[in-house]
């Protein structure tokens, strides 16, 4: 099993920053992909971001049209951690977000691609 949390969440304003953070610990995978999601009241869960690696070298990564430009998501494999630096937020980005991974290392936009997830981190934005 693999257990993921993630912090970093919060209040900010639009055009602020955020830095999310997902350690993973428990049983873990020399080669795997690792994913952010985010679900606001109401919607369905929608892909933001995946990343690949192997050992130390990101080997693909890529975000929602939404989020490009403005969210970046990388790895400290050694760590067992993934980052999403978020900036220029804005209020369509509230939502609760969510850490995945897919031990296959596939990845990718769908989240029925990933193993397991982590609680969630609620980000909010005000206009």
């Known amino acids: 099993q693999v257990q993921l949390v993630e912090s970093g969440g919060g209040l900010v304003q639009a055009g602020g920053s955020l830095r999310l953070s997902c350690a993973a610990s428990g049983r873990t995978f020399s080669s795997y992909a690792m994913g952010w999601f985010r679900q606001a009241p109401g919607k369905e869960r929608e892909f933001v971001a995946t990343?690949?690696?192997?050992?130390?070298?990101?080997?693909?990564?890529n975000h929602a049209d939404s989020v490009k430009g403005r969210f970046t998501i990388s790895g400290a494999n050694a760590k067992n951690t993934v980052y999403l630096q978020m900036n220029s937020l804005k209020p369509e980005d509230t939502a609760v977000y969510y850490c995945?991974?897919?031990?296959?290392?596939?990845?990718?936009?769908?989240?029925?691609?990933?193993?397991?997830w982590g609680q969630g981190t609620q980000v909010t934005v005000s206009s």
């Open positions: 990343i690949r690696w192997s050992g130390s070298r990101t080997t693909f990564a």
């Open positions: 995945a991974a897919d031990r296959r290392g596939l990845g990718g936009s769908s989240y029925g691609m990933y193993d397991y």
